[in-house]
């Protein structure tokens, strides 16, 4: 039986220090002969074809951009709009209130009823005075406007789309 050394704690076994190591060098293998590089071969050149569906894919892509281009510009035309129509509302309700103190102001009854019998008006009599009583049960409907399917709304606002294209245009 060989004789069996530990190398400084280790659990393997030291096979250079084994007595009746039998261990050889492997025989290198030969060399095969080198083989030749395949040289590159040229690649033939893109043939480039155009389907229908391409060019009704590309057309239907540009449609849809124009559409989104033409939408941006009709939504900054209406902002605009609305901006200013906003401002001319401020200044016209800044106006009416002037207006309405200024008209509250000089409403005067005895100068009313004054010019009144100047142009020959006069009160009316008794007889002439009519009054009207209104029952509390008077009531008002107000009807609210009919609920469109989506697709007549989506029709409608591609038929918008096309008028006010025609309109920008013309």
């Known amino acids: ?10 659990a393997a076994y030291d096979i250079y220090t084994t007595r009746g190591n039998t261990a050889r060098p492997l025989p290198r293998p030969k060399k095969l002969p080198e083989e030749p590089k395949p040289q ?3 690649k033939p050149a893109a043939h ?3 389907s229908a569906f391409t060019i009704l894919g590309g057309a239907m892509a540009l449609f849809l951009l124009f559409l989104v281009v033409f939408s941006y510009a009709r939504l900054y035309e209406a902002t605009s709009e609305g901006a200013a129509l906003q401002e001319s509302k401020t200044e016209l309700t800044e106006e009416n209130e002037r207006l309405s103190y200024e008209y ?24 002439q005075i009519r ?40």
């Open 1 to 10: 039986m060989a004789e069996r050394f530990r190398t400084n704690g280790a």
């Open 48 to 50: 480039f074809e155009l």
């Open 131 to 170: 009054v009207i009583e209104i029952p509390g049960s008077d009531t008002t409907e107000v009807f609210a406007p009919e609920e469109k399917n989506t697709f007549v709304r989506i029709f409608e606002a591609f038929q918008s789309v096309f008028v006010d294209l025609t309109e920008y245009f013309s």
């Open 104 to 127: 509250e102001s000089k409403v005067d009854l005895e100068t009313v009823a004054e010019r009144a019998r100047e142009l020959g008006m006069r009160e009316p009599l008794p007889t």
């Open 40 to 42: 590159p071969q040229k």
